[in-house]
T-cell receptor
Framework: GDSVTQMEGPVTLSEEAFLTINCTYT??????LFWYVQYPGEGLQLLLK?????DKGSNKGFEATYRKETTSFHLEKGSVQVSDSAVYFC????????????FGAGTTVTVRA | AAGVIQSPRHLIKEKRETATLKCYPI?????VYWYQQGPGQDPQFLIS???????DKGSIPDRFSAQQFSDYHSELNMSSLELGDSALYFC???????????????FGPGTRLTVL
């Protein structure tokens, strides 16, 4: 079935460090790919998305590129802040699945001052 | 911009009681999804509705039921609650019509259900 695998956490970084969270997917069709972020005690917020190969999604300094050849959608940020501390979920949707979201397990990121 | 509204935000129930969670999608969104997120887990799809008809069903227990009404709001009804039902329940909406891309869901803040 369709699934998402993302690197396990927790990840602890210092402010201004470089962040990478790996995400790979398995899908029977051509999925749309997403990163959602969940801040402590809050709901899910869409961070960025990409809908076709080589698309780059970006938002708030975060970037991810849809790589069809490696079935990956790694999240990166060049200089993290304490306010980036959250749980990050990689997810996919497919038209064939009525666009319901399949999430990865989530990666907890803690940024220390 | 208007967002997805969920109520209540917090709910405490005893075992074997019933609970009703409500979701009000973004205006003009015609599709609603329900997800359950257990502690430390990723959200799991429960059920979805399009134009007031159930469109897909995931790992939703038989004790749960849901519907979408004529104004597009949705309710998740949970009966014979068990301790394991304690979780964060999210509603998300999207639209097949114009506006945001059809493949993007927008989430509400969630309802935190605690079963004692």
């Amino acid at each position: 079935g369709d699934s998402v695998t993302q690197m396990e956490g927790p990840v602890t970084l210092s402010e201004e460090a470089f962040l990478t969270i790996n995400c790979t997917y398995t899908a029977t069709g051509y999925p749309s790919l997403f990163w959602y972020v969940q801040y402590p005690g809050e709901g899910l917020q869409l961070l960025l998305k990409a809908t076709k190969a080589d698309d780059k999604g970006s938002n708030k300094g975060f970037e991810a590129t849809y790589r069809k050849e490696t079935t990956s959608f790694h999240l990166e940020k060049g200089s993290v802040q304490v306010s980036d501390s959250a749980v990050y979920f990689c997810a996919l949707t497919l038209l064939s699945n009525d666009y319901k979201l399949s999430f990865g397990a989530g990666t907890t990121v803690t940024v220390r001052a | 911009a208007a967002g997805v509204i969920q109520s209540p935000r917090h709910l405490i129930k005893e075992k074997r009681e019933t609970a009703t969670l409500k979701c009000y999608p973004i205006p003009r969104h015609d599709t609603v999804y329900w997800y359950q997120q257990g502690p430390g887990q990723d959200p799991q799809f429960l059920i979805s509705f399009y134009e007031k008809m159930q469109s897909d069903k995931g790992s939703i227990p038989d004790r749960f039921s849901a519907q979408q009404f004529s104004d597009y709001h949705s309710e998740l009804n949970m009966s014979s609650l068990e301790l394991g039902d304690s979780a964060l329940y999210f509603c998300a909406s999207r639209t097949l019509a114009g506006g945001p891309p059809r493949d993007t869901q927008y989430f509400g803040p969630g309802t935190r259900l605690t079963v004692l």
